[in-house]
């Protein structure tokens, strides 16, 4: 599905306005209420991943099933 707005940019936007981490759950329906459209675990993952791999946050496993957001800052 082609969205207005990356995904990554949205929850970029998220984790700039934070003072801290945020867990992915939280995040997730921080991310879903601000769009009109349905995102789907998976999608949202996956822009995780992808914002990981460029470093821009940091991921940490908390327990099996929930992660800690980090946002480590922009790249210059």
Not at 55 to 66: A, D, F, M, Q, W
Request: aromatic fraction near 10%; hydrophobic fraction near 40%; avoid cysteine.
């Amino acid at each position: 599905m082609w969205r207005e707005v990356p995904l990554t940019h949205i929850i970029l936007e998220k984790l700039r306005k934070l003072e801290g981490p945020i867990k992915d759950d939280d995040l997730y329906n921080d991310v879903r209420k601000s769009v009109d459209y349905e995102v789907p675990f998976g999608d949202f993952l996956r822009a995780l991943m992808s914002l990981e791999i460029r470093g821009y946050i940091s991921v940490s496993l908390i327990r099996e099933n929930s992660r800690m957001i980090t946002y480590i800052g922009d790249k210059e």
